[in-house]
């Protein structure tokens, strides 16, 4: 069975410094999709970034980008030049390519931006 | 285009009650999710739909819960009866499966406490 972890419950970032959040990931197929989602503080969860398993190349979203290493299988996310905005839940989310598309979330980072 | 919509946002009933749950999705959109998501943990997929058949369900507490997607558009989750575990958001997600960027769009949940 897949399996999201996230070992950072929390942490902490100066505004306008960069910090990696972390994530690994279990699975024996070769073909799959990873997320990071935002989920503000009573705001609705949305898509940060995702990285296609089959791409070689780290997916980039403006501040935000992956560093995803697949035969390791983790997946963590970089976010430069933090804004007091980006002060969120964090979670790191897994689905196959095909099939059923059911997504498996890991139990999410709380990001603190400190200004 | 409109976003997912929930409701109630709030809803408050003692144990051994009976409570439900509302889902539009994005129009259009063929698979819809419902999450439960506990404080402190990231979402558990309880059941999703393709269209008004169902895909998954096999986190979905059946002794308790139900849920239907009448006309493969809007969804209703049911609880019956409540016990104090059951105190979570429940979010409903929609997606348009089948594109190479296939996303999950969420709705804003809904908070449920079992007093």
């Known amino acids: 069975a897949q399996t999201v972890t996230q070992s950072q419950p929390e942490m902490s970032v100066q505004e306008a410094e960069t910090v990696t959040l972390s994530c690994t990931y279990d699975?024996?197929?070769?073909?799959?999709?990873l997320f990071w989602y935002k989920q503000p503080p009573s705001r609705q969860m949305i898509l940060v970034i995702r990285?296609?398993?089959?791409?070689?190349q780290n997916a980039t979203e403006n501040r935000f980008s992956v560093n995803f290493q697949k035969a390791a299988k983790s997946f963590s996310l970089k976010i430069s030049d933090s804004q007091l905005g980006d002060a969120a839940m964090y979670f790191c989310?897994?689905?196959?390519?095909?099939?059923?598309?059911?997504?498996?979330f890991g139990t999410g980072t709380r990001l603190k931006v400190l200004a | 285009e409109a976003g997912v919509a929930q409701s109630p946002r709030y809803k408050i009933i003692e144990k051994r009650q009976s409570v439900a749950f509302w889902c539009n999705p994005i129009s259009g959109h063929a698979t819809l999710y419902w999450y439960q998501q506990i404080l402190g943990q990231g979402p558990k997929l309880l059941i999703q739909f393709q269209n008004n058949g169902v895909v998954d369900d096999s986190q979905l507490p059946k002794d308790r819960f139900s849920a239907e997607r009448l006309k493969g558009v809007d969804s209703t989750l049911k609880i019956q009866p409540a016990k104090l575990e059951d105190s979570a958001v429940y979010l409903c997600?929609?997606?348009?499966?089948?594109?190479?960027?296939?996303?999950?769009?969420f709705g804003p949940g809904t908070r449920l406490l079992v007093l």
């Open positions: 997600a929609s997606s348009l499966p089948g594109q190479i960027q296939e996303t999950q769009y």
């Open positions: 699975t024996s197929e070769s073909d799959y999709y």
């Open positions: 989310a897994y689905r196959l390519a095909s099939g059923t598309y059911k997504y498996i």
């Open positions: 990285q296609e398993a089959y791409k070689q």
